[in-house]
C-alpha cells in the first residue's frame, strides 16, 4: 500500500512541477523529494543498489530545487 502512496506523490509532485502556476513548483519539488525518499527505502530494501543509488541523486536534485526557488 505504502508503494501505490509513493506513487501517487509521485504524479502529484510532478503535475504541480508541469503546471504553469511558477508559484507552486517549490512545492512540487517538495513532495517529489518526499516520494523519492519514499522510493530509495524500497529499492534498500528491495537490494536493489543501482536504483536506490539514482533515487538518491534524485532527492538532491529535488532538495537543490527547492532550495535554488528561494
Given at each position: 500500500m505504502a508503494r501505490w502512496f509513493a506513487?501517487?506523490?509521485?504524479m502529484l509532485g510532478t503535475w504541480l512541477l508541469t503546471n504553469t502556476n511558477i508559484n507552486l513548483f517549490w512545492?512540487?519539488?517538495f513532495i517529489s523529494?518526499?516520494?523519492?525518499?519514499?522510493?530509495?527505502?524500497?529499492?534498500?530494501?528491495?537490494?536493489?543498489?543501482p536504483r536506490a543509488l539514482m533515487e538518491v541523486c534524485f532527492v538532491l536534485l529535488c532538495i537543490r530545487g527547492v532550495i535554488n526557488f528561494y
Open positions: 506513487f501517487s506523490l509521485t512545492v512540487g519539488w523529494g518526499i516520494s523519492t525518499i519514499m522510493w530509495t527505502y524500497f529499492a534498500f530494501k528491495d537490494k536493489d543498489t
